[in-house]
């Protein structure tokens, strides 16, 4: 039988560790906690090799006296709490005593300190387990810990980390939260030598986010300010029109701490209720005030989760206060309007007669490609997108028809039945579905639309068959992308379009770009969190890529593994869900029709990537039994 026995200091202390210490960015967290804690007003990041080799945080805090360095390395020394009383009220950001205990039990550890009115400091060497040294330094008033070879003595523990560049990017997320939750105290991050952030520390709010964020997404806030009983919440929120694909952009601190709040955010978007589109979340900055003793920072050594006495309260004043700042700051977003500029490269149209349709409505208007191989600032119009992927209509055979058209007509047949065979070669497990028999003189079969939504189609004698006209285009769309027919037809942008992301996004961006090209978007980084879509799928504009690219992001920042082909299907459900026409959309005759016959064509299309169904049938007996026919 197994004997019990008490672990040694040393393995006691790596087990502990592995708590606090996960990855450089929790590191970095720790000793940035201490320095605020300290007092400091200005403190500098130093990173090299995402933090896995070199680690500098300097401050110009109280410092540490001589006598009580040592002290601090000790597990569960800490001069933040002194009896069980003060844990019902926690003010500062660190109050476990773990941190320097655990960062010296898996690094080599340096630190040198001089406490305010001391005339020297101390240096002192400690870490993986080796006799620490105390001795007498010159050195600034503060403290100044390097922390080296993070993990050298548990490779285990190595092996889990991530690629320099992701290890990198958390700790400037870690950096980002941290300058946003103190304002009043000046942020510089150096990363491998150069400079990624410099916060001035002037106690504006603006000025923070600004550095952080950037100018764009700073210009998309609105102040918030309010009180309600003893829960204040001021920062910034969004406007409706700045809402994102997704939550990244939600920050929440409680009292100078960054936390994870369910509640708060539930109320965030329980105000934005009936402002912005369904699947779209708003951005905000928000800094809650309460009583530390109504809240309960000590359930997790990330200190990230907190529980509330009360949450009603706190859902409340949240709510009232983004929904007050909406009230007062929210202003209709100004409509941008672009005249097509025809290039003097670009081929004149042919006219085309309008006999066969003689109810066809006027020409829907042209887009506008944002760029080209030509020179810069010529736009150039381009079809209907619509009729660009599904190929433009069949000009069916009328007497007089002209050249061109009979041409153009037996080109479409050719690219259809081209495209038709491409796609039976890449899909490798076509639906065992009923081939949907050729419709005679379709033109003549389809009824109309119903609601903006659904194409009406006389399939039979007996049969009707309803079309969900976008759930048919988006798989449409859905299988030539997988089968790589706009990979390579992806378009160049004129203006690159910025996008600002989050830490996390931002890397696992920068780990896909290869993805990324895979699904038609040239993607590069611009630096501080922003990326820069270059090129996207012809089949988007370049707001619809910068959304597109902003959840393709979220999506693969939650991806713990390589990307794989259900990743990929991912990405392609979102640029095809983006690019196909819209339930209510103003559809031409002509459109419908080239719809119709595209689905006709594609037996394996009987769902949208969405498992929505594509069409359904109606049999002419169930609708004479609701007549009373029979």
Request: aromatic letters at 6%.
């Amino acid at each position: 039988m197994p004997r019990i026995r008490v672990l040694e200091k040393q393995v006691a202390e790596l087990i502990a560790a592995g708590e606090v210490v996960e990855r450089p960015s929790a590191v970095i967290k720790e000793l940035v906690e201490n320095a605020v804690d300290a007092g400091a007003s200005v403190i500098t990041v130093e990173i090299r090799r995402g933090g896995v080799s070199y680690m500098r945080v300097t401050d110009n805090g109280c410092g540490i006296l001589p006598e009580d360095v040592p002290l601090a390395f000790l597990r569960h020394a800490t001069s933040k709490v002194a009896r069980q009383e003060d844990l019902d009220a926690i003010g500062t950001l660190g109050f476990r005593g773990e941190a320097l205990a655990s960062i010296s039990a898996v690094a080599r550890v340096e630190l040198l300190t001089r406490a305010k009115g001391m005339p020297t400091g101390a240096r002192y060497l400690c870490g993986g387990g080796e006799e620490p040294s105390l001795s007498e330094a010159g050195c600034p008033q503060g403290a100044t810990i390097v922390v080296r070879d993070l993990f050298f003595n548990t490779p285990a523990r190595m092996k889990f980390l991530k690629k320099d560049v992701t290890e990198g990017n958390a700790v400037a997320g870690v950096l980002d939260k941290l300058a946003l939750s103190h304002p009043e105290v000046s942020f510089r991050f150096i990363r491998d030598g150069k400079e990624q952030l410099h916060t001035l520390g002037d106690s504006k709010l603006p000025s923070a986010i600004y550095r952080v964020y950037g100018r764009e997404f700073a210009s998309t806030l609105i102040p918030v300010d309010y009180r309600l009983e003893h829960v204040s919440v001021s920062g910034f929120t969004s406007l409706p029109s700045g809402s994102r694909p997704n939550r990244s952009m939600q920050n929440f601190f409680i009292n100078g701490r960054f936390i994870r709040s369910r509640t708060a955010a539930a109320a965030v978007e329980e105000a934005y209720k009936g402002s912005i589109m369904v699947g779209k979340f708003p951005a905000c900055v928000l800094h809650i005030q309460i009583s530390p003793g109504a809240v309960d920072v000590n359930i997790h050594p990330a200190k990230l989760e907190v529980r509330f006495v009360n949450e009603r309260p706190v859902f409340d004043a949240v709510y009232h206060a983004v929904r007050s700042a909406l009230e007062q700051g929210d202003r209709p977003k100004a409509m941008e309007i672009r005249k097509p500029v025809v290039s003097p490269y670009a081929p004149v149209p042919e006219k085309k007669e309008q006999t066969v349709f003689p109810d066809l409505p006027a020409p829907r208007p042209t887009l506008t490609l944002r760029d080209s191989a030509l020179p810069a600032f010529q736009d150039f119009t381009l079809p209907d997108p619509i009729l660009r992927v599904l190929e433009a209509p069949l000009q069916p055979d009328f007497p007089g028809a002209s050249g061109a058209g009979r041409a153009k007509r037996s080109l479409d047949r050719r690219t259809r039945k081209e495209a038709g065979e491409a796609l039976a070669e890449h899909d490798e497990k076509p639906a065992a579905a009923v081939k949907l028999k050729a419709l005679p003189d379709i033109h003549n079969r389809i009824l109309g639309e119903a609601f903006g939504t659904y194409i009406i189609v006389e399939y039979s004698a007996d049969q009707l068959m309803f079309i969900d006209k976008h759930a048919a285009h988006e798989r449409l769309l859905y299988e030539r992308l997988k089968a790589g027919h706009f990979g390579a037809d992806a378009q160049a942008l004129l203006e690159p379009v910025a996008v600002n992301l989050e830490k996390e996004e931002y890397s696992a961006v920068l780990s896909h770009l290869d993805a990324l090209s895979q699904a038609g978007f040239e993607v590069s980084d611009f630096g501080a969190g922003t990326v820069l879509v270059r090129a996207a799928p012809l089949l988007l504009d370049g707001q619809d890529a910068a959304c597109a690219v902003m959840e393709i992001a979220g999506y693969l920042a939650g991806c713990r593994t390589e990307i794989t082909t259900a990743h990929m299907d991912w990405v392609y459900h979102n640029v095809a869900c983006r690019a196909a026409v819209k339930a209510g959309d103003r559809t031409s005759r002509q459109e419908l029709i080239s719809l119709a016959l595209e689905l006709e064509r594609s037996p394996q299309v009987r769902y949208c990537p969405h498992g929505r169904p594509v069409y359904i049938l109606l049999d002419r007996r169930e609708i004479e039994k609701q007549f009373g026919r029979i």
